[in-house]
């Protein structure tokens, strides 16, 4: 049930999402990001972990981020001007095993640069996989963003792929173990790009590090 203190977040973040979301540049280095001063919310997780479903799914879009049921499409940092308001950016996916190890590495550097050295970003969206849980592969990563002292929360997608008690079980565990990393935020979002679930919630929560 709604309430009267939850009415106006989700509203702001209705309002926030239907604004104009454009496709800014796609950086394959450090160097090659956009200077600007609005603050990023980043989008990282394994390869096919429903990304750009989401980015898409967020802003009402059905070709935003490009979708692909093979892992590792996206290859570069991909920016999203949302209404003058806020950047979203795209990353690599990562712990693609069957992706060249040349390739591998360059996502690997470039995620961490970008993660340690953006000044403007205010919050990393960790996406994970119902069906599967936190891997060895988001520790590493979530390591990092603590290293680097980034905000991140994690975000469950596919959620409509799983049974209610298995994911209830699987938040209570996520949530036993982000309590155990300094840059974690406590509240796990949990959706489903498919049907909509959460999304709305997302939006709200993601409103409120608008400029």
Not at 75 to 99: E, H, I, S, W
Request: hydrophobic residues 40%.
């Amino acid at each position: 049930m709604e309430t009267d203190t939850e009415a106006p977040d989700l509203e702001s973040g209705r309002l926030l999402f239907t604004q104009n979301c454009d496709f800014l540049i796609s950086a394959a280095s450090f160097n090659q990001l956009p200077d600007t001063d609005l603050p990023e919310i980043a989008f990282a997780g394994r390869s096919n972990v429903g990304k750009s479903s989401l980015l898409n799914a967020l802003t009402g879009r059905k070709n935003l981020a490009r979708t692909s049921n093979t892992p590792g499409r996206t290859q570069q940092v991909n920016f999203f001007d949302l209404g003058g308001r806020m950047m979203l950016t795209d990353l690599p996916g990562y712990g693609y095993a069957k992706a060249a190890k040349s390739v591998v590495d360059q996502w690997t550097r470039l995620i961490k640069s970008y993660l340690k050295g953006r000044v403007r970003l205010r919050r990393v969206c960790l996406l994970i996989d119902s069906r599967h849980g936190l891997k060895d592969t988001d520790r590493e990563v979530m390591a990092l963003m603590d290293e680097a002292a980034v905000a991140y929360q994690i975000v469950l997608t596919k959620c409509d792929k799983i049974k209610a008690t298995e994911l209830e079980k699987l938040l209570a565990k996520t949530d036993k173990e982000i309590t155990k990393h300094v840059a974690a935020h406590p509240e796990i979002l949990v959706t489903s790009s498919f049907k909509s679930l959460g999304i709305e919630e997302m939006r709200a929560a993601l409103a409120t590090l608008a400029s």
